[in-house]
């Protein structure tokens, strides 16, 4: 069940279509994400796809907070009650097409192309984005039990919008886990006994495919590079954080694994733990397993070690004060765990052309990225503390001296433009989506 190239968005089909007007959703558990991207070949070759509009939805019957914001205008927030996707996915549909939003090129629903959707997981069914179809929704309800918190809003989402919008328009899910399908066997498999992974497919997948496909892509384009002459670490940082090493342009290997528990530690995630420590917690605790695995990936990591938050900028904070051990233990430990998978895949890759930083801390969190480069040296890596002091948001930036043979790149990422263009490459053209 594949429609469109591993790296698609690297090496862009030619159509002969006008502009594409697509509608981006991200439906998590209590939330709706969305926004207005309008692509094209000539936009995609040239980055210059154009956001028109975005918006959230936090989920909560009465007190439901809507933010919308319009291109060149200021956000608008009101409260009004939505108790669920329809409800959620109408009243996104009813402010695009409204005078407030003005939105240039979409004046009535018929001016919506297609509908891109982001799903978790994919599992081995799904190596690249799809076209919606039955089938396509059957395969990922097949995968809800690998991922019980994601597919299942995932797939309300998808049933919503299409109820809304009906049968004619088009609808593409695009899978986080697609991109690290290329990984080879030595990198996805686990070392249990192999029948397991035979009758249920326990292996790792990875997730934030989208992102680090995103940022490799922007590499690939800022160095005027081809796919397959690209050796970087991709490191996507926020509240959920993986690495990502990406060999001549293909995930060769991510810290994610059969869920995002996996890997580098995060937010309120473990990441990396001895597999016997459930069982442990589960008896000195009296817990259960099930209540253990939430204690793993909603108590834990910044926030289960300092005590005190997950946001890394309140960490920041803290760790400067008279009681900010626990605070800076914890940034130690978030620090000291990316370089050990940076050193793991320079090894195992044979070596790496630069570590690109994403996401909310990879991006914005200057001291994180200071802190996990200072202790990279041995591999070539000199950091520009100038250039890093200085890198704005939103800027595309190398933050490493001249005479590194390790790079440190800054290059924000755009999961919902990723997801615009794999919708356009499959739907193909703007008459085959009103077909």
């Known amino acids: 069940m594949t429609s469109t190239p591993a790296f698609a968005g690297m090496t862009v089909k030619s159509y002969n279509t006008d502009i594409m007007n697509v509608l981006v959703l991200n439906c998590g558990s209590s939330s709706v994400k ?131 919008l009906g049968p004619s328009v088009p609808h593409v899910a695009v899978f986080d886990t697609a991109f690290h399908a290329t990984m080879p066997e030595s990198s996805y498999l686990y070392a249990i ?59 060769f290997n991510t810290s994610m694994g059969l869920t995002p528990l996996e890997g580098l530690v995060m937010g309120t995630r473990s990441g990396d733990v001895d ?19 939430s204690l793993l990936n909603k108590k834990s990591g910044l926030l289960g070690v300092s005590g005190h938050s997950n946001d890394m900028r309140e960490l920041l904070a803290k760790e400067a004060s008279a009681d900010g051990h626990r605070a800076k233990l914890a940034l130690d430990l978030f620090c000291a765990r990316v370089r050990q998978y940076v050193g793991a895949y320079f090894a195992d890759m044979g070596g790496a052309d630069a570590i690109v930083f994403t996401g909310g801390i990879g991006e914005r969190a200057t001291p994180i990225r200071k ?27 190398r933050i490493t001296r001249q005479d590194s043979r390790l790079h440190a790149w800054i290059i924000p990422t755009n999961e919902e433009l990723m997801i615009a263009r794999d919708t356009y490459e499959v739907v193909g053209s703007k008459s085959a989506a009103r077909a």
């Open 275 to 293: 597999p016997s420590l459930l069982a442990f917690i589960a008896a000195k605790e009296k817990l259960s397993i099930t209540e253990v695995d």
């Open 371 to 397: 802190r996990i480069c200072e202790g990279l040296s041995s591999l070539g890596l000199h950091l520009d503390d100038s250039a890093n002091e200085k890198a704005a948001p939103g800027e595309c930036v």
């Open 34 to 164: 969305f926004q207005i991207v309008q692509t094209d070949d000539k936009l995609i070759s040239s980055d210059a796809d154009r956001c028109l509009a975005r918006g959230l939805i936090e989920l909560a019957g009465d007190k439901t907070k809507v933010t919308f914001q319009a291109e060149g205008k200021p956000q608008s927030k009101e409260t009004v009650p939505l108790g669920d996707y329809h409800a959620a996915i109408e009243h996104i549909l009813k402010w695009i097409v409204s005078p407030q939003a003005s939105l240039p090129g979409v004046r009535a629903l018929s001016d919506l192309h297609a509908v891109g959707h982001r799903v978790v997981h994919g599992g081995e069914k799904f190596q690249a984005s799809a076209l919606i179809d039955k089938a396509v929704i059957a395969a990922i309800e097949e995968c809800i039990d690998i991922a019980p918190l994601h597919n299942p809003p995932n797939l309300k989402g998808i049933r919503a919008a299409q109820d809304v």
């Open 193 to 251: 006994p192999y029948g397991l992974y035979e009758k249920h497919r326990i292996r790792r997948y990875g997730f934030h495919g989208t992102s680090h496909r995103y940022v490799a892509w922007h590499y690939m384009k800022a160095q005027n590079i081809a796919a397959e002459k690209m050796n970087i670490i991709t490191l996507h940082l926020g509240n959920g954080c993986s690495a990502c090493a990406i060999k001549n342009g293909k995930s």
